[in-house]
Each structure stands twice: as C-alpha cells, then as structure tokens.
T-cell receptor, first 111, second 112 residues
Framework: SQQGEEDPQALSIQEGENATMNCSYK?????LQWYRQNSGRGLVHLIL?????REKHSGRLRVTLDTSKKSSSLLITASRAADTASYFC???????????FGSGTQLTVLP | NAGVMQNPRHLVRRRGQEARLRCSPM?????VYWYRQLPEEGLKFMVY????????ESGMPKERFSAEFPKEGPSILRIQQVVRGDSAAYFC??????????FGPGTRLLVL
C-alpha cells in the first residue's frame, strides 16, 4: 500500500459522537499533517504534528503520532454535521519535498 | 492576505487541445507545489517549484506536462494534447518555510 493510508475508508456517525480516523505510513517522516476536503472543494489544513511529538490538540481535534508503529490517529470529538468531509493524512519527509497523501477517510456525520 | 488562488476553477477541453492552469501563491510564499487528484483518491504530487526553478518534478508525466514559476506572475501548469485520462482536479499549494502547505481551491479539468 502507498504511504499514508487511512483507515477506515468511510465512517458514518451520529452528531455528538466522536470520530476516529487512523493513518499508517511506511517511510521516516519529518512531520505528519491532516487535511479536510469538503466535496468538490480544496483542502483545508487542520493540524501538523512533528516526528518528535506524540500528541497535539486543536479545538475539537486531537492527533496522536506513534513513530515506532508508523501510525497516526485523528480524533474529532463531539462531531457536528458540518464535519462531514473527507479527511486526509499527509506525510512530509522533510527537506521541503512533496507531501504524500493517503486515499482519505470519508466521514459522514448524521444530524 | 488572500489565500492561494487558482484559475480557472473549471476547464473543459477537447482531446488534443492544450490546458493551462494558473496558480498565484499566498503573498510572501516562494514555494509552489502542484498535485493531481483523481475521483475518490488522494492527492498525488506532481512538481515542486521555487521562483524560476523546478526543484522536484518526479511526479510529472514525462510527456505533455510542464510547469513553470516565473520571476513575475503566477505559476503555470501546462498540459499539451490533453487526453481523457488527464481529467482530474489539479491543486496548487504554496508555503513559506517549507512546512505547512496552503492549498488553493483547485482547477477541475474535464477532457471531452
């Protein structure tokens, strides 16, 4: 599988519930980033976690990084219908090179 | 401070025509990246440019595709003799210090 694979591919939850998405990658990274994409729109940067960090918070978002397992998770707490979107993780190997994106998790939050 | 701007937002071309996609980075950003997204897939890196230089074009198809980022003006992604398989969303991103990349709204190319 390619670098930055998200799991699950699709997730459907009720408003108010928490949503957890996972990302696995293969090679070493400088940082890992999560993006959101609403249908037919561009990507919105959510959060960046560096390789020497284990956890980071931003509002209702919580990101963890386990470099030994080459995995990351994105937790969205108290989800809202407006959180419905595709979520992508992207790995950054450093040296100003390209981001490598996974295929995304499609999150649907039902009102 | 305006975000990354791309135009056109939608572009329809017939097979064999040329497509030109433009990207204006955020003010102060000198690094530009182009990505392509096929339906239901993640973004795939194409090319990374700084002003007047192509830094990494490892994701660019060897033929028909070219990119530039001139000293003045926007970055241009050019696709010559388009084929149906080129239909996709093309996103541009810019960064200042080579970390967080800010994405534009994308150009959706449809080849008939």
């Amino acid at each position: 599988s390619q670098q930055g694979e998200e799991d699950p591919q699709a997730l459907s939850i009720q408003e108010g519930e928490n949503a957890t998405m996972n990302c696995s990658y293969k090679t070493s990274i400088n940082n890992l980033q999560w993006y959101r994409q609403n249908s037919g729109r561009g990507l919105v940067h959510l959060i960046l976690i560096r390789s020497n960090e284990r956890e980071k918070h931003s509002g209702r978002l919580r990101v963890t990084l386990d470099t030994s397992k080459k995995s990351s998770s994105l937790l969205i707490t108290a989800s809202r219908a407006a959180d419905t979107a595709s979520y992508f993780c992207a790995t950054d190997p450093g040296s100003a090179r390209q981001l490598t994106f996974g295929s995304g998790t499609q999150l649907t939050v039902l009102p | 401070n305006a975000g990354v701007m791309q135009n056109p937002r939608h572009l329809v071309r017939r097979r064999g025509q040329e497509a030109r996609l433009r990207c204006s980075p955020m003010k102060g950003h000198s690094h530009v990246y182009w990505y392509r997204q096929l339906p239901e897939e993640g973004l795939k890196f194409m090319v990374y440019l700084q002003k007047e230089n192509i830094i990494d074009e490892s994701g660019m198809p060897k033929e028909r595709f070219s990119a530039e980022f001139p000293k003045e003006g926007p970055s241009i992604l050019r696709i010559q003799q388009v084929v149906r398989g080129d239909s996709a969303a093309y996103f541009c991103a810019s960064s200042m210090y080579q970390e967080t990349q800010y994405f534009g709204p994308g150009t959706r190319l449809l080849v008939l």
